[in-house]
């Protein structure tokens, strides 16, 4: 029987494990951890994605800011705002929430933060720790973590023999994804869109990631019997069978088919989105504690 993994469970204990420790930084320091999430312009899934930080980041018991600005918002208006909360000590965890508009430049912005703020784990100083296997005194972005998370509750830390493939080269995800593999001991063979013949590579992965937002692209054929499958993507489709202009979310995976096939398999929802806000919170918490010169906690 396929394990059907259920990532909203897992992401409940890291978040226990979150809230014990901030009430440590709290009890010791007489600080909350803060964080700041910048949204520019009203797309309404980023606006529910924002939502679902900063209620979280209270449930933490975080001081939660949200700076939510117009969409004509200019560049040098964003960097002072993010020079300002780097500036500003109550505040250990920034989040500018992407895709901007157009007319900005996202990567200049994204590289303004303060890399110890930097819980997107997005700096080139976060992802170059990464890059060159420190995973201890950087912080990692957080969907690449929440995937790493529920692989390891099935595979071990030691991914040591083991074949993974990662669909989809972001850096947002992918590039990060395959770094963490590679640092578990993992083989890795890094896939995109110029990739020949995917389905031959991805039969032969004990570990597929799949991050390209193509709803259903992988199919039960493309899996090795036993396989481990994490669906990264978040895709909403017609579905005439719920009702006329009805919709659903489907992943990047053809998930009844993959689930005959796959060992383990995350579905989507319910499978790697929960972990995205859990490790942004646990982000924001060791952030904090960095702040106050404090050990890392482990999650
Ligand atoms: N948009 C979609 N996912 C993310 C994320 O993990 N971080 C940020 N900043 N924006 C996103």
């Known amino acids: 029987m396929t394990n059907v993994i259920d990532g909203k469970a897992v992401a409940v204990s890291v978040i226990d494990a979150v809230k014990a420790h901030h009430a440590v930084l709290e009890s010791e320091e007489g600080k909350k951890a803060g964080l700041a999430v910048v949204i520019v312009g009203d797309d309404p899934a980023s606006h ?17 800011i949200q700076h939510t600005l117009p969409d004509v918002t200019s560049q040098e208006e964003i960097l002072a705002l993010i020079a300002r909360l780097n500036d500003d000590d109550g505040v250990h965890g920034i989040l500018v ?18 890399p110890a703020k930097d819980v997107d784990g997005l700096h080139v100083v976060n992802a170059g720790k990464l890059a060159t296997g420190d995973l201890v005194t950087g912080l990692l972005s957080c969907t690449p973590a929440g995937a790493m998370h ?8 030691d991914l040591s023999g083991l074949n993974a493939i990662v669909i989809g080269r972001s850096n947002l995800f992918g590039k990060p994804m ?16 110029r990739t020949r013949d995917l389905p031959s590579l991805c039969v032969q992965a004990d570990i597929v990631v799949v991050a390209v937002g193509m709803a259903e692209l992988v199919k039960a054929e493309w899996l090795k019997p036993g396989a481990t499958v994490i669906d990264v993507g978040i895709n909403r489709v017609p579905a ?19 689930a005959e096939i796959a060992g383990s398999i995350t579905p989507v929802p319910g499978g790697v989105g929960p972990m995205t806000i859990a490790m942004l919170m646990a982000n924001t918490v060791i952030a904090a504690y ?10």
């Open 178 to 193: 395959a770094q963490l593999l590679l640092n578990a001991n993992a083989t890795v063979t890094m896939a995109h869109s």
């Open 150 to 157: 529920l692989i390891a509750k099935i595979h071990g830390k």
């Open 290 to 299: 960095g702040h106050f010169g404090k050990l890392r906690p482990e999650m």
């Open 48 to 64: 529910a994605y924002v939502g679902a930080k900063g209620r979280m980041a209270k449930e933490c018991g975080f001081h939660s």
């Open 97 to 114: 929430q992407l895709p901007l508009p157009r007319h900005l430049d996202s990567e200049a912005i994204t590289q303004a933060i303060k």
């Open 240 to 258: 005439p069978e719920r009702g006329e202009g009805k919709t659903k979310l489907v992943g990047d995976v053809d998930f009844a088919a993959a």
